[in-house]
């Protein structure tokens, strides 16, 4: 049974730092991985989708990568604004649904 | 349509009523996936869709949640009976064929009084 596990479970840092979030995933065989952001009250957006057969994925100053072999993906974002806190979730698709870590509650201080 | 749309958005009952939650999934998005976020908690996967047929049902919580997908489009989360516990954000997603990625909706809050 696939389970992912998302660490820290709430991060708050200062505007301008770059900060990486880490999901980590027990099955390998894992076919996607797919970042969300949730604002509070609201439904999931899609950030990144890294499939199979990719090692990362990069939009604007979003960075995620995943490493199959050791269970693990990684979500950078550089140059950190106030508006990028949120709920940061990731999610690995295997057996035709995606399985969510319990995500990462971030906050930008101005 | 543009996007997953969901409806209604927001749905207060009183216990013991039945409620329908509707899905709208993104056209040509032939699999389709119901899911549910408690106060708090991580989303829990109820039940997923290809075409009209749902070969997984595994995360419906109990008997008294159904569902159903028409045409190959558009889909029902029946909740009959409903009680406290089932208040929760039920959100609706829609892909293409494995590989592509999930849309999700913008959720029905659901409140049980």
């Known amino acids: 049974k696939q389970e992912v596990t998302q660490i820290p479970a709430a991060l708050s840092v200062p505007e301008g730092e770059n900060l990486v979030l880490n999901c980590s995933f027990t099955d390998s065989a894992i076919y996607n991985l797919q970042w969300f952001r949730q604002d509070p009250g609201k439904g999931l957006t899609s950030l990144l989708l890294?499939?199979?057969?990719?090692r990362e994925q990069t939009s604007g100053r979003l960075n995620a990568s995943l490493d199959k072999s050791s269970g693990r993906s990684t979500l950078y974002i550089a140059a950190s604004q106030p508006g990028d806190s949120a709920t940061y979730l990731c999610?690995?698709?295997?057996?035709?649904?995606?399985?969510f870590g319990q995500g990462t509650r971030l906050t930008i201080n101005p | 349509g543009a996007g997953v749309s969901q409806s209604p958005s927001n749905k207060v009952t009183e216990k013991g009523k039945d409620v329908e939650l509707r899905c709208d999934p993104i056209?040509?998005?032939?699999?389709l996936y119901w899911y549910r976020q408690s106060l708090g908690q991580g989303l829990e996967f109820l039940i997923y869709?290809?075409?009209?047929?749902?070969?997984?049902k595994s995360g419906l919580p109990s008997d008294r949640f159904s569902a159903e997908r028409t045409g190959g489009s558009v889909s029902t989360l029946t909740i009959q009976r409903t009680q406290q516990e089932d208040s929760a954000v039920y959100l609706c997603?829609?892909?293409?064929?494995?590989?592509?990625?999930?849309?999700f909706g913008s959720g029905t809050r659901l409140t049980v009084v």
């Open positions: 890294i499939q199979s057969s990719q």
């Open positions: 056209s040509g998005h032939t699999a």
């Open positions: 999610a690995g698709e295997g057996a035709q649904k995606l399985v």
């Open positions: 997603a829609s892909s293409l064929p494995q590989g592509y990625g999930y849309t």
């Open positions: 869709f290809q075409g009209n047929s749902a070969p997984d």
